[in-house]
């Protein structure tokens, strides 16, 4: 599987900013997908997830209720929308695919077996 991800950039805070990551390759017939960030100096965290077939979305708390995550099937593309951006969500966002499924329920990097998008560099400025 190789994910492609974009959609980063620089963006005043209260502003908003939709990442991609676009799939290709084949995996399990059941796996999550889903987002993680890491800021300099700091691990890399969970930021939201999914089924990749539908179903619940699963939220980091300090992103709820501003971010939202959303796949095209068809296009085999998942998405990361983010709005109300704080300076404090400043990060290499990662896409994630695959592995066992239930590490996006589990909010859990440390389940994660799957694979990584290359990242892409958002910065909130003040």
């Known amino acids: 599987v190789q994910l492609q991800a974009s959609g980063g950039g620089l963006v005043q805070a209260g502003g908003s900013l939709r990442l991609s990551c676009a799939a290709s390759?084949?995996?399990?017939?059941?796996?999550?997908v889903g987002w993680f960030r890491q800021a300099p100096g700091k691990e890399r965290e969970f930021v939201a997830g999914m089924n990749w077939s539908g179903g619940p979305t699963y939220y980091a708390e300090f992103v709820k209720g501003r971010f939202a995550i959303s796949r095209d099937n068809a296009k085999n593309t998942l998405y990361l929308q983010m709005n109300s951006l704080k300076p404090e969500d400043t990060a290499v966002y990662h896409c994630a695919v695959g592995g066992r499924a239930g590490w996006a329920r589990q909010m859990s990097l440390a389940d994660f077996t799957g694979y990584w998008g290359q990242g892409t560099q958002v910065t909130v400025s003040s």
């Open positions: 390759g084949r995996t399990s017939n059941n796996y999550d």
